[in-house]
């Protein structure tokens, strides 16, 4: 049995013990105290994130996400940008055994790690950070946020998880009035129950969808770090873009496996639409007839699409890993990453938008999951950078001559074709475009390239997608052939102007691929994985009957019901964390739980009486 199936297994897990009326408190502390579950069962330790280790990978591939996507961005961040970042200078930092020390502490989850790099008024533009860390002649340093709009957005830094934070913090070092470029600085920013002295945090509005992240504008007024909080040198920076992409270079990191987390996303919103669309009648094409929905094509097609995506992606997923781990130089990687994210980001939210528009009504509620997931996957591609940005760039240094990535390897294939002539129009501007005069050029890039820069890295993405795919034992015929023509119609005028498709015969193609896959679809979803993950009420008749059953209801009597959600108190963290609880379907369960809820101390953010309002 893997962990994650023995974490299913803990009633900290059960889908009943994240209340859905429950206070913001409580979900960010559940969602914290499962996070310390997977750290507990997983093993994770600060040389599986430095060498990006398969135990590292495979995480972020795990449907652990899909069930709190608060926990996976939880930890994604504290391992991979807190944890990696700071290990990169454990064994050459002066004070290494203070980082050893704060290592250690974030490996036990003693403390929960953070990154703290964007500003409200800097997004992307990292070298003009105005965060400043003033070195003093004591060797310490006074971190300050010298404005509002220098306040760092959006990392959670409230003492709401009941647990201290430690964050890798990105300022401008100054060093007798000299500005010596961006360095990261180890700040320990709360315990507890309160923040640190000349710390304030102020708790941003929840966003609709994923389960709760408490994330905070965070603000510095002179704090003092020891020496050795600061990661680096004292020395100013050669190559300061060189060394601020260096400092960063776990984001790239974060974009690639924040990315691989699509593929459980489009199993489990698969699966919902799937089972939804069998169990759900419609009028047939004959006269008195009933059909389920998943008879008709509008309804089978996404989730068919969904799962060829998944299988596609995981294929891809496993060949970029490997390429991107033995990548040494750094603009290659960020490159493989570029364009995987791309290729998941742009197809996924497509067909993710797709599956909620088909389940109807029933698609707009959390608790149904697909809207869920889409709003965490959607946050999770803009968390590493905006994939626009970085699109622009990879374009720019390609056309250039600055950077190359990996050629076809069946350059008659069709999406090898639409790639290579994509390209040829695209490099055929740019060289009109460096032919004009200075004052116009810019101008012009970014009237006439900026536009396509994300679907010239599409281009890439789904040949390289497919490429992995056709390797892969794992991916059939019938899909590869439903994700090539899925991917045709994401550009058909290229393919109407430069091969013998018409319009129409586009989507008869797209049609006949399409009914080839039905009858795999009941397969297909069982093969899935998916299944044990999947919360919502409108894929089977029970289900949605004692979802029903538990709702509020309102009649000429009055209110005769009302909701019960399982919750925790303080007391109760450690023993909701161990497998010898329980059932979590014990009726006696659910009644001590209440009775914990009654006796639980008033701890919302409304009312708290700590430094993050």
Request: charged share 20%; with cysteine.
């Given at each position: 049995?893997?962990?994650a199936t023995?974490l299913l297994?803990?009633?900290i897990?059960?889908a009943?013990?994240?209340?859905e009326?429950g206070?913001p408190s409580?979900?960010?502390?559940i969602?914290?105290?499962?996070?310390?579950s997977?750290?507990q069962?997983?093993g994770?330790t600060?040389?599986?994130i430095?060498?990006?280790s398969p135990?590292?990978?495979?995480f972020?591939?795990?449907?652990?996400?899909?069930?709190?996507?608060?926990v996976a961005t939880?930890l994604s961040t504290?391992w991979n940008?807190?944890?990696?970042?700071?290990?990169?200078y454990?064994?050459?930092?002066?004070?290494?055994?203070y980082?050893?020390?704060?290592?250690?502490e974030?490996?036990?989850?003693?403390?929960?790690?953070?990154?703290?790099?964007?500003?409200?008024?800097?997004g992307?533009?990292?070298s003009?950070l105005e965060?400043?860390?003033t070195?003093?002649?004591?060797?310490?340093f006074?971190?300050?946020t010298?404005?509002p709009m220098a306040?760092k957005?959006?990392?959670p830094?409230?003492?709401e998880?009941?647990?201290?934070r430690?964050?890798?913090?990105?300022?401008q070092l100054?060093?007798?009035?000299?500005?010596r470029g961006i360095?990261?600085f180890?700040?320990r920013?709360?315990?507890?129950d309160?923040?640190?002295?000349?710390?304030?945090?102020?708790?941003l509005?929840r966003r609709?969808?994923p389960k709760?992240?408490?994330?905070c504008?965070?603000m510095?007024n002179?704090?003092?770090?020891?020496p050795?909080?600061?990661?680096?040198?004292?020395?100013a920076?050669k190559?300061l873009r060189?060394?601020v992409s260096?400092q960063?270079?776990?984001?790239?990191?974060?974009a690639?496996c924040?990315?691989m987390?699509?593929?459980?996303?489009?199993?489990?919103?698969?699966?919902?639409?799937?089972r939804y669309g069998?169990?759900q009648?419609a009028a047939g094409?004959?006269?008195g007839?009933k059909?389920?929905?998943?008879?008709?094509?509008?309804?089978?097609?996404p989730a068919l699409?969904a799962l060829?995506?998944?299988?596609?992606?995981?294929?891809?997923?496993a060949?970029?890993?490997?390429?991107f781990?033995?990548?040494?130089?750094?603009q290659?990687?960020?490159?493989?990453?570029?364009?995987?994210k791309t290729?998941?980001a742009i197809?996924g939210?497509?067909v993710?938008t797709?599956?909620?528009?088909?389940?109807?009504?029933?698609g707009?509620?959390?608790h149904?999951?697909?809207?869920e997931?889409?709003?965490?996957?959607r946050?999770?591609?803009?968390?590493?950078?905006d994939?626009?940005?970085?699109c622009?760039?990879?374009?720019?240094?390609?056309?250039?001559?600055?950077?190359s990535?990996?050629?076809?390897r069946?350059?008659t294939?069709l999406?090898?074709k639409?790639?290579?002539?994509?390209w040829?129009?695209a490099?055929?501007q740019?060289?009109?475009i460096?032919?004009?005069?200075?004052?116009n050029?810019?101008?012009?890039?970014?009237?006439m390239?900026?536009?396509?820069c994300?679907?010239?890295?599409l281009?890439i993405?789904?040949r390289?997608?497919?490429?992995?795919?056709?390797?892969?034992s794992?991916v059939?015929?019938?899909?590869l052939?439903?994700?090539e023509?899925?991917c045709?119609?994401?550009d058909p005028?290229?393919?109407v102007e430069n091969?013998?498709?018409?319009?129409s015969?586009l989507d008869?193609h797209h049609?006949m691929?399409?009914?080839a896959?039905?009858p795999?679809?009941?397969?297909?979803?069982d093969e899935s994985?998916?299944a044990?993950w999947?919360?919502?009420p409108?894929?089977?008749?029970?289900?949605?009957?004692?979802?029903?059953?538990?709702?509020p209801?309102?009649s000429?009597?009055?209110?005769s019901?009302?909701?019960?959600?399982?919750v925790?108190?303080?007391?109760?963290?450690?023993?909701?964390?161990?497998?010898?609880?329980?059932?979590s379907?014990?009726?006696?369960?659910?009644?001590?739980?209440?009775?914990?809820?009654a006796?639980q101390?008033?701890?919302?953010?409304?009312?708290?009486?700590?430094?993050?309002?």
């Open positions: 049995m893997d962990y023995k297994e803990l009633p897990w059960s009943g013990s994240y209340p009326d206070s409580e979900h960010i502390r969602s914290h105290e499962r996070a310390r997977v750290v069962h997983v994770m600060t040389k599986d430095a060498t990006l135990k590292f990978r495979d972020h591939t795990n449907f652990l996400g899909t069930a709190d996507s608060a939880i504290h940008l807190c944890m990696g970042t700071i290990a990169a454990a064994e050459d930092h002066p004070g290494s055994s980082t050893r020390q704060v290592l250690l974030l490996q036990e989850f003693r403390s929960v790690g953070e990154f703290m790099l964007t500003e409200v008024a800097r992307s533009d990292a003009n965060t400043t860390a070195y003093n002649h004591d060797g310490s006074d971190l300050h010298p404005n306040a957005s959006m990392p830094t409230s003492p998880a009941g647990m201290p430690i964050a890798v913090v990105f300022a100054v060093v007798n009035g000299e500005h360095r990261p180890i700040v920013l709360c315990g507890a309160k923040m640190a002295p000349g710390i304030s945090s102020r708790l509005p609709n969808g709760y992240v408490d994330h504008i965070t510095f002179h704090v003092r770090l020891e050795a909080a600061l990661l680096g040198t004292l020395n920076a190559d060189g060394e260096r960063v270079h776990r984001l790239t990191v974060g690639l924040l990315a987390g699509s593929i459980p996303i489009l199993r489990v919103t698969a699966f919902v639409l799937g069998q169990r009648h094409p004959k006269l007839e059909v389920p929905k998943a008879y008709f094509a509008s309804q089978h097609g699409v060829t995506l998944s299988s596609v992606l995981e294929a891809y997923a060949t970029v890993w490997e390429e781990c033995w990548e040494e130089q750094p290659l990687r960020d490159g493989l990453a570029c364009i995987f290729a998941a197809d939210q497509s993710l797709e599956m909620t528009d088909r389940c109807g009504w029933q707009l509620y959390t149904n999951q697909i809207t997931l889409a709003s965490s996957f946050g999770n591609l803009i968390a590493e950078g994939f626009s940005l970085v622009s760039r990879l374009v720019s240094e390609l056309l250039l001559g600055r950077q990535i990996p050629k076809a069946n350059p294939s999406l090898a639409h790639e290579y002539g994509v040829k129009e490099a055929c740019a060289k009109a460096l032919s004009t005069d200075g004052s050029r810019d101008d012009m890039f970014n009237a390239l900026l536009p396509r994300r679907k010239l890295v281009a993405g789904h390289m997608a497919y490429e992995a795919a056709v390797d892969s794992r059939p015929i019938e899909m052939r439903l994700y023509a899925t045709m119609l994401d005028g290229w393919y091969t013998k498709f018409t319009s015969k008869e049609a691929v399409v009914r896959l039905l795999s679809l009941d397969r297909l979803l994985g998916a044990a999947v919360t919502s409108i894929v089977t008749e029970e289900r949605w009957t004692d979802f029903v059953g538990k709702l209801e309102y000429s009597d009055g209110c019901g009302k909701s019960r959600s399982r925790r108190n303080n007391s109760n963290h450690a023993s909701m964390s161990e497998s010898n609880v329980g059932d379907g014990d009726p006696d369960e659910y009644s001590e739980l209440e009775k914990l809820r006796s101390p008033v701890s919302n953010l409304a009312s708290r009486n700590c430094n993050c309002l």
